[in-house]
């Protein structure tokens, strides 16, 4: 799983995206990866099309260890590191964390 954070977008975002459901033709994995996160983003966040999205700002690609941070600190309190496998609750293509102005 690999995740994005949209830090620099009209709406902050953290996705995930799962390396092995991804197949883009002429791509590289990380570009593919790169590629959905920014489609998700456009689809489920804000942004006319992925174009708009891509053309905004650049994304940051962030360890597994800093998404579940970020998600952890997002709820305000910190369960203990063994309180939940953070692998078992996201999916690829899956909007973590988002822009509390959406909700």
């Known amino acids: 799983m690999r995740y994005f954070e949209f830090t620099k977008h009209e709406y902050y975002a953290l996705i995930s995206v799962d390396e092995d459901q991804v197949m883009v033709p002429d791509m590289t994995v990380d570009l593919a990866c790169e590629h959905v996160a920014i489609e998700v983003y456009a689809q489920k966040v ?30 305000g309190e910190i369960p203990p590191e063994d309180f939940f496998k953070f692998e078992d609750i996201v999916s690829h293509g899956e909007v973590i964390l988002i822009d509390g102005h959406l909700v």
């Open 46 to 75: 804000a942004g006319e099309s992925a174009i708009e999205v891509a053309s905004e700002a650049p994304i940051t690609q962030i360890t597994e260890e800093e998404a579940r941070k970020r998600y952890l600190k997002s709820s």
